[in-house]
């Protein structure tokens, strides 16, 4: 599927990958350009420039200006992610050791700052005020949803995690198309429903993410299962098992896994409480709900090869294994 995804764009790909490298390690102090080399080392699915040319396509044409905006994006996340793993203190990303591990927090965090005026550079570069505008206030979001996601465990409400991804997760996916709109040329209602679209698929992303991380394959997702449980993190299978049990051992789990699910004998007992009381169907349910209001986003745009593999990405995004 991800091949079909991917065939209306190998050529913006292949110039993002050039693009992405070029702007990352363009510094003369030598630890910035080791660091940077291991981060663009580390590549991702490519799913957020992905996004951005396909809609760019979809609503007219993808140029040169969209190859850069979504460098800009996919620096913006490459940041968060650095900044993300000092503060889970991770050890793995994508199969390999996290950046910190190598050169320690203080350098990692300033890398992460680095790439963020790194970021700014190229999308300043565009001389869109709707691009910076657009962009600010995704960066804004993702900052927010960070610090919401410390909120989660003490409330364990389902509103606040779903504000939380909505921001943390799905704000750089909804700028990503929203870009993608803007500089493809789409018209004001196609920009709007774009970034809906980025948004809603960004929302059905994270629910999935959180599924893999309890009841995934380590192989499959290059880093650990179980992650979210031993960072004390409330995500929405557990949430929702939570709810629909009504005895007290929903209060001796939901204790558990806030003071830390550390041995393989306790990380086993909440997996089966969560599977117990239907945490992973309740929470995969909630995914094809979101990304059928994805697809109902797609109805903005003309019948192309690039809409048909928009939606594919939606198809592709609730039924991963990884």
Same mark, same amino acid.
């Given at each position: 599927?991800?091949?079909?995804?991917?065939?209306?764009?190998?050529?913006?790909?292949?110039? %993002?990958?050039?693009?992405? *490298? *070029?702007?990352?390690? +363009?510094?003369?102090?030598?630890?910035?350009?080791?660091?940077?080399?291991?981060?663009?080392?580390?590549?991702?699915?490519? %799913?957020?420039?992905?996004?951005?040319?396909?809609?760019?396509?979809?609503?007219?044409?993808?140029?040169?200006?969209?190859?850069?905006?979504?460098?800009?994006?996919?620096?913006?996340?490459?940041?968060?992610?650095?900044?993300?793993?000092?503060?889970?203190?991770? &050890?793995?990303?994508?199969?390999?050791?996290? =950046?910190?591990?190598?050169?320690?927090?203080?350098?990692?965090?300033?890398?992460?700052? %680095?790439? %963020?005026? @790194?970021?700014?550079?190229? #999308?300043?570069?565009?001389?869109?005020?709707?691009?910076?505008?657009?962009?600010?206030?995704?960066?804004?979001?993702?900052?927010?949803?960070?610090?919401?996601?410390?909120?989660?465990?003490?409330?364990? *409400?389902?509103? =606040?995690?779903?504000?939380?991804?909505?921001? @943390?997760?799905?704000?750089?996916? +909804?700028?990503?198309? &929203?870009?993608?709109?803007? #500089?493809?040329?789409?018209?004001?209602? /196609?920009?709007?429903?774009?970034?809906?679209?980025?948004? &809603?698929?960004?929302?059905?992303? /994270?629910?999935?993410?959180?599924?893999?991380?309890?009841?995934?394959?380590?192989?499959?997702?290059?880093?650990?299962?179980?992650?979210?449980?031993?960072? @004390?993190?409330?995500?929405?299978?557990?949430?929702?098992?939570?709810?629909?049990?009504?005895?007290?051992?929903?209060?001796?789990?939901?204790?558990?896994?806030?003071?830390?699910?550390?041995?393989?004998?306790?990380?086993?007992?909440?997996?089966?409480?969560?599977?117990?009381?239907?945490?992973?169907?309740?929470?995969?349910?909630?995914?094809?709900?979101?990304?059928?209001?994805? #697809? @109902?986003?797609?109805?903005?745009?003309?019948?192309?090869?690039?809409?048909?593999?928009?939606?594919?990405?939606v198809q592709h995004v609730v039924e991963r294994d990884q």
């Amino acid at each position: 599927m991800l091949d079909q995804i991917f065939a209306p764009i190998q050529y913006q790909i292949a110039r %993002f990958e050039t693009r992405l *490298e *070029e702007i990352m390690t +363009a510094s003369d102090v030598g630890g910035i350009q080791e660091m940077a080399y291991h981060a663009v080392k580390n590549r991702g699915r490519r %799913f957020r420039p992905a996004l951005a040319f396909l809609t760019a396509q979809a609503v007219g044409e993808c140029s040169d200006t969209v190859i850069d905006a979504a460098v800009g994006v996919e620096i913006i996340q490459t940041a968060s992610l650095i900044h993300d793993d000092v503060i889970d203190n991770a &050890e793995t990303r994508r199969g390999a050791d996290v =950046l910190h591990l190598q050169w320690g927090n203080r350098a990692a965090i300033l890398m992460g700052d %680095f790439l %963020f005026a @790194k970021s700014m550079q190229v #999308l300043v570069g565009l001389n869109s005020l709707q691009v910076m505008d657009a962009t600010t206030h995704a960066i804004q979001r993702v900052v927010e949803g960070e610090i919401l996601e410390g909120e989660i465990s003490s409330s364990g *409400e389902a509103s =606040l995690y779903f504000r939380m991804i909505n921001q @943390k997760t799905a704000s750089l996916l +909804a700028l990503a198309c &929203e870009l993608g709109a803007i #500089l493809g040329k789409g018209s004001p209602n /196609q920009i709007a429903r774009m970034a809906s679209f980025g948004s &809603e698929i960004g929302v059905a992303f /994270q629910i999935t993410d959180d599924v893999l991380d309890l009841m995934g394959s380590a192989n499959n997702m290059g880093k650990p299962t179980g992650n979210d449980l031993r960072e @004390k993190k409330l995500t929405l299978p557990l949430i929702r098992a939570l709810a629909n049990c009504k005895n007290g051992e929903a209060v001796h789990i939901r204790n558990k896994v806030l003071n830390g699910v550390e041995s393989d004998s306790d990380w086993r007992e909440v997996i089966r409480f969560v599977q117990r009381y239907r945490g992973v169907e309740a929470a995969r349910e909630e995914a094809r709900s979101y990304a059928q209001s994805a #697809l @109902k986003s797609l109805n903005a745009l003309h019948s192309s090869s690039a809409r048909d593999a928009l939606a594919l990405a939606v198809q592709h995004v609730v039924e991963r294994d990884q």
